[in-house]
């Protein structure tokens, strides 16, 4: 008897034709979650996975953090003999006293000796009258999966989620502008969730504000990196002199939405370099001042790549519960300075203009000041492991 998780895939499961695409993308993510486990093998069953060779704990740990898997069951592994699966069945159910079961076997592979009736019978006699419990079909305590392969079976009668959604990378390549704050993080995670890899853009108010926003940035896509299974990258941008640029020019009343189509430019050139075909972003409309659906559309129309919202239609109480769950909100929560507030006006407009931020905009040289804060942006790399001591 070996221990071992089985995984069942989400969604991934109705993608017809294009599933061995979604296979592949979510096998390549988990292998580098697991890649500095030792002894680790990953077997592909016909619409399951088996992963073996580490203790437990770790597995589980790291298993449900993968995109793409909708369950994780921790189990047993033995050989398919009929003898083997009784003996399992009654070691694992014999910590459970006093209640009643069921016994739900899946056939994989239709070549072995009985068929599911069968094994249900056999195995739900065995651990009655070895253990002494009641088998209940319609509203058991425990149910005890046994999943038959040619070369395995599998038990457990643990069923724990997995992350759900798609595998990161399946849908394409993104960058998310990554802020302090509790939204966009979690706008970040929900764009991998479907399907996007994305990488990060942070801006900080350097050099004059202090590095904590920095950290924080690296703190969260370290902790979002994981979701990916590695290989996200970060970039920082001091937006501080450019900042004072806009304030110098006169953008008063909009200086907050002039440093936003700022960073969407600066986005969506970095993005362009790096094939990312859309950009992804924390709004939720109305949320605050700068988010008013004209302000949003203001802030738009100054994007060379498409302006994803996965979070437009969430409360704020949803996005912090999100953060919350995924690990982020604990970071978020780390005081900064936050590099918007620096020189915005105390009367934000709620109603931009598109014509009125260009005619502030001419006043500067924009092209330039774009290469230039590309070009001294800082990257940081996360290595596939990262992050995951075990
Ligand atoms: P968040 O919680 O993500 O900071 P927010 O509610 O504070 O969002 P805004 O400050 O209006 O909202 O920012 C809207 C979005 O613009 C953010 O979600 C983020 O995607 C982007 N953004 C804002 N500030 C920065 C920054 N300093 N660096 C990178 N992106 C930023
Ligand atoms: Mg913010």
Redesign the pocket.
């Known amino acids: 008897m070996q221990s071992c998780v089985l995984l069942k895939y989400g969604e991934l499961a109705l993608k017809g034709r294009n599933r061995w695409k979604f296979e592949e993308v979510l096998l390549r993510n988990l292998g580098r979650t697991l890649a500095d486990l030792d002894g680790i093998h990953i077997r592909r069953r016909n619409g399951v996975l088996v992963v073996k060779g580490a203790p437990l704990p770790a597995l589980l740990e790291r298993t449900q953090t993968v995109l793409g898997l909708a369950l994780v069951h921790p189990a047993v592994m033995v050989k398919p003999e009929i003898g083997a699966i009784e003996q399992a069945a009654v070691e694992l159910l014999r910590p459970y006293e006093n209640t009643s079961f069921a016994v739900r076997p899946r056939r994989r592979w239709k070549g072995f000796e009985l068929r599911s009736q069968e094994i249900a019978v056999r195995i739900g006699d065995r651990v009655r009258t070895e253990l002494d419990r009641k088998v209940d079909l319609r509203n058991p305590d425990f149910e005890l999966g046994i999943e038959v392969d040619r070369h395995e079976v599998l038990l457990y009668t643990e069923k724990l989620p997995g992350q759900g959604g798609l595998p990161a990378g399946v849908n394409g390549r993104a960058l998310?502008?990554?802020?302090?704050?509790?939204?966009?993080p979690v706008?970040g995670y929900r764009s991998m969730r479907r399907g996007l890899a994305t990488d990060y853009?942070?801006?900080?108010g350097m050099p004059f504000t202090g590095p904590e926003?920095i950290y924080k940035a690296y703190a969260l896509a370290s902790r979002l990196d994981r979701y990916r299974g590695g290989g996200s990258r970060l970039w920082v941008v001091s937006f501080g002199n450019a900042q004072r640029s806009l304030a110098t020019a006169g953008a008063g009343k909009l200086q907050v939405l002039a440093q936003?189509r700022l960073?969407v430019r600066v986005a969506s050139r970095l993005g362009q370099q790096i094939g990312a075909q859309a950009i992804v972003?924390?709004?939720?409309l109305g949320?605050?001042s700068?988010?008013t659906l004209p302000n949003l559309v203001a802030v738009e129309a100054a994007a060379e790549l498409p302006l994803l919202r996965p979070l437009l239609g969430w409360d704020k109480t949803e996005i912090v519960a999100e953060a919350e769950r995924i690990g982020t909100a604990e970071i978020s929560r780390l005081p900064d300075e936050?590099?918007?507030t620096l020189f915005a006006s105390p009367l934000a407009e709620t109603r931009a203009e598109v014509s009125a931020l260009e005619k502030i905009e001419r006043r500067l040289d924009l092209d330039p000041i774009v290469d230039d804060l590309i070009a001294a942006a800082t990257l940081h790399e996360f290595a596939i492991e990262q992050d995951h001591a075990a």
Do not use: E, I, P
Not at 176 to 184: A, I, K, R, V
Not at 201 to 204: D, L, P, R, T
Not at 281 to 284: C, K, N, P, R, Y
């Open positions: 998310t502008l990554l802020s302090g704050g509790f939204d966009s706008a853009v942070h801006f900080s926003s936003r960073m972003t924390g709004d939720s949320q605050v700068s988010q936050d590099c918007c």
